[in-house]
């Protein structure tokens, strides 16, 4: 344990995609360390597309699952580690709710009323916790430069790509990618600032 204290330390000052060429390495200690930077991230944007916490958490524990998985995938070229993982967390967060919609129709054909069952002692305490996390990511958007902002909204809750971006707001591609990254950046250290308190 003693030792993989200094190692996990060293790893603080690297790259995102260094981390990600250690953990195709299988390198825990790298994914750990990528967790650390973006698991709120994640774990926001998931909260957000599903609007439920367990699903949330179940999306983000998928997500860096599938990076331990896929990092050899990744590709320089197409982009930032960040956007690479916020693509796995979008698309992963649709197929959570695209099944969570599944199973509701399923209980529909079996006659089954959710509704009618009591609610879990613990319901209003999770509403309470999402309207929470919700009010906070909305606050730290509300925070970014109106740029970047804009650029993080339509690209990730408006679907659009970046090149789409560019088009739509008459800006060069290399701008909204740096737009983009800047307030991915931001978002990333309000929200782990947030998780540590």
Known sequence: MASEQPHRSGLRDLADDLLI???????????????????????????????????AEEVMQDVFQNIWQTAGGFRRQSGAVSGWIIGITRHRAIDALRSKRERGRSREVTGIDVSAMPPAATKIDDDLEQRALQETV???????PQAQRQAIE???????????IAKRLGEPIGTIKTRIRLGLTRLRDVLRTLVEQ
Request: glycine fraction near 6%; hydrophobic fraction near 50%; proline fraction near 0%.
């Open 21 to 55: 060429d250690l953990i195709v390495q299988r390198e825990e200690a790298a994914l750990g360390e990528l967790y650390d930077r973006y698991a709120a991230l994640v774990y926001a944007i998931a909260l957000r597309v599903t609007a439920d916490r367990q699903t």
């Open 138 to 144: 909305r606050a730290a958007l509300a925070d970014l």
């Open 154 to 164: 339509m690209a990730y809750y408006g679907g659009l790509t970046q090149m789409e």
